[in-house]
């Protein structure tokens, strides 16, 4: 699997163990940056990832700011895009089961080094479940069409 990253200032803190933990888990990394702790501002680097997702460069995305909520507000306007903001292992087990979120975000402000890595790990080796799930995402692909 290809993950595309991508991180401001605030997020850089977790790079290198996501990195770490991709390695771990046999994923290729790629890194579209930022790539030092200079102020920069994060939608930049929520539409990257979520443009590389969109467009097939990467099978999915991990976007980390100061909290992760500002670069997945980014991503998720980019349509087809599902970032979800996770702080703890269950969370990202189940945005992957329902959600199929195809970014996960992460805070470098809210969470540790060794968090985000059992955290990418969860998501990564979560299966989305379909189902009843299925007609929730149509739901928001629906909305996201104007659909309402
Ligand atoms: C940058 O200072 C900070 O606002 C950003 O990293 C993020 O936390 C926004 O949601």
Known sequence: ?????????????LKESVLEALKELGAEAIDLGTYTTDSVDYPT???????????KEADAGIV???TGIGISISANKVKGIRAAVVTNTYMAQLTKEHNNANIIALGGRVISGEEAKEIVKAWYTAEYQGGR????????????????
């Open 64 to 66: 980390m700011c100061g």
């Open 1 to 13: 699997m290809k993950i595309a990253i991508g991180c401001d200032h605030g997020g850089i803190v």
């Open 45 to 55: 680097y929520g539409l990257k990832v979520a443009l590389a997702v969109k467009n």
């Open 133 to 148: 799930h299925q007609r929730r995402l149509d739901m928001i692909t629906d909305i996201e069409n104007g659909n309402y």
